[in-house]
């Protein structure tokens, strides 16, 4: 199973839903400036309908520019094998809306065994964090790690994935969570925000047309 997971700081996102957002509100602000004429206060859902490109805009740079990292590591050349020994999981609070409610993300990190071919000296390296439970998808536990000029960084790559999803893996023994099940992921609510979100729109704007 051919498969690529990026640690959390290369991720895209779900850039998709914010253009589709700025679509449909140009679309039906574009309908309503044509139907009834031009208004002053249009010029704010005008400008609003920048932000979320903005955001989006960010959003993009900022993961190619980690990924530029890694490919300059990469490039760099100084690799070796290391054996993953053992995952972490960190839930780091932040708050989120107007009420600061407080909310968590939740990242994993993998610690890896490096062993100095030199003196046999060991270290222990630690991964950037992954939104997605990573270890859930590995048939076993080496990998390699690619360190940066400054020493500082290291990056994971040549992860050997499961064929399939309930194939036997290297972390089978760690006890299964509920955000890492179908259930728990919470994708259905997300396609439900998306619709609420997209039918407010096209409402609001075809409420002005009248």
């Known amino acids: 199973m ?11 996102g779900n850039v998709s839903f914010l253009f589709l957002f700025v679509i449909l509100w140009y ?10 004429g031009f208004y002053i206060t249009q ?20 993961a190619f520019f980690y990924r530029k990292q890694r490919e300059d590591a990469i490039a760099y ?25 407080l909310r968590y993300h939740r990242y994993y990190y993998l610690d890896v065994e490096l062993v100095d071919p030199a003196t046999g000296v060991t270290n222990i ?20 790690v690619y360190t940066d000029r400054s020493g500082w ?23 299964m969570e509920f955000d890492e099940t179908a259930a728990g992921n919470g994708r259905f609510v997300q396609i439900i925000f998306a619709v609420i979100v997209i039918l407010m729109i096209l409402n609001m704007f075809s409420g002005w047309g009248n």
């Open 27 to 36: 679309s039906g602000l574009a309908a309503s400036i044509m139907a009834s």
């Open 2 to 12: 051919k498969r690529k997971i990026r640690p959390a700081e290369e991720e895209i």
């Open 125 to 144: 390296i630690r991964s950037q964090g992954y939104r997605k439970p990573i270890h859930r998808y590995l048939a076993a536990d080496t990998v390699r």
């Open 77 to 101: 050349g100084h690799s070796q094998l290391g054996r993953i020994q053992s995952v972490l999981r960190q839930d780091v609070p932040y708050y989120s809306g107007k009420h600061h409610t």
């Open 153 to 175: 960084k290291h990056y994971l790559e040549e992860f050997q994935f499961k064929a399939h999803r309930n194939d036997p893996g290297a972390f089978d023994d760690r006890p």
């Open 43 to 62: 010029l704010l859902f005008l400008a609003a309908g920048l932000l979320p490109i903005h955001t989006a805009v960010t959003m993009i740079r900022r």
